[in-house]
C-alpha cells in the first residue's frame, strides 16, 4: 500500500554556483560526507548535488512532514547499489519516523534534463 508520493524539481545551476562561491558549510550541512565524496569525484558534481538535494526533498513531501521536530538533512543519504542505482538510506530521526509510521519501503528515481534535476521518492506500508 502506497502511503505517500513525493517529487521535486531542482535547478542544477543553482549547485553551480554554490560549487563556485565555495560555499563549503551549505555542503556540510546538507550532505553527509559519503554524498560530498562521491559528488565532487565526478566531472559534473552540481548535477549529482542537485540529484540528490531533490531527492531528500522529495521523501519529506513522501513523509508528509517536512524538515522538522529534528530530522536533518544528514538523517537522508542517496547511495548508489552495484549497478548505480540510486537508494535512500536513512539515519537518526528520519529512519525512527520511517518505522513509526509503519512503512516497509522506499523507492527513488531520479532524472535530468535541461538543467534541471527530479528526484521522485514512494513510500509503501
Not at 49 to 75: I, M, N, V
Request: hydrophobic share 45%.
Amino acid at each position: 500500500m502506497v502511503f505517500g508520493i513525493g517529487v521535486d524539481i531542482v535547478e542544477i545551476a543553482r549547485f553551480e554556483r554554490f560549487l563556485a562561491e565555495g560555499n563549503e558549510p551549505l555542503f556540510q550541512r546538507l550532505f553527509t560526507p559519503t554524498e560530498i565524496a562521491y559528488c565532487g569525484g565526478k566531472k559534473r558534481a552540481a548535477q549529482h548535488y542537485a540529484l540528490r538535494f531533490a531527492a531528500k526533498e522529495a521523501f519529506l513531501k513522501a513523509l508528509g512532514t517536512g524538515l522538522r521536530d529534528g530530522l536533518s538533512w544528514k538523517d537522508l543519504e542517496v547511495v548508489n547499489d552495484p549497478l548505480g542505482k540510486p537508494e535512500l538510506k536513512l539515519y537518526g530521526k528520519a529512519e525512527e519516523l520511517f518505522r513509526c509510521h509503519g512503512l516497509t519501503s522506499c523507492f527513488l528515481s531520479l532524472s535530468h534534463d535541461a538543467g534541471a534535476g527530479v528526484g521522485m521518492v514512494v513510500l509503501e506500508k
